[in-house]
Nanobody, 123 residues
Framework: QLVESGGGLVQAGDSLRLSCTAS????????TGWFRQAPGEERDFVAGITWSGSGSNTFYADSVKGRFAISRDNAKNTVYLQMNSLQPEDTAVYYC????????????????WGQGTQVTVSS
């Protein structure tokens, strides 16, 4: 099970850190992706981190490069998404997802999902 937290209402330019905690599973053993879905839109890839055995490489959507950072704390069994310089277009429900295969940018590749956390950025 994956549980997200850390969403909220912020102003443009502010920062938030989202957390994705795995229960019953070792977060170190799977690739984790963050996705987001705005109202009326498809769910889009935001960032991902490969499992530690493949180097914990990170990947980002072009729209968030330089502003967002994904990381993993194995001791806390948690993956984070640090979001800086937030903009109104970042408003969405953010989901974390996990797969024991390779990291992918398509949501269909992920069998495990959290419930989502709302991020709202006001201008």
């Amino acid at each position: 099970q994956l549980v997200e937290s850390g969403g909220g209402l912020v102003q443009a330019g502010d920062s938030l850190r989202l957390s994705c905690t795995a229960s019953g599973r070792d977060v170190n053993t799977f690739a984790t992706g963050w996705f987001r879905q705005a109202p009326g839109e498809e769910r889009d890839f935001v960032a991902g981190i490969t499992w530690s055995g493949s180097g914990s490489n990170t990947f980002y959507a072009d729209s968030v490069k330089g502003r967002f950072a994904i990381s993993r704390d194995n001791a806390k069994n948690t993956v984070y998404l640090q979001m800086n310089s937030l903009q109104p277009e970042d408003t969405a429900v953010y989901y974390c997802a996990a797969t024991y295969t390779y990291l992918a940018t398509t949501d269909a590749s992920y069998p495990l999902w959290g419930q989502g956390t709302q991020v709202t950025v006001s201008s």
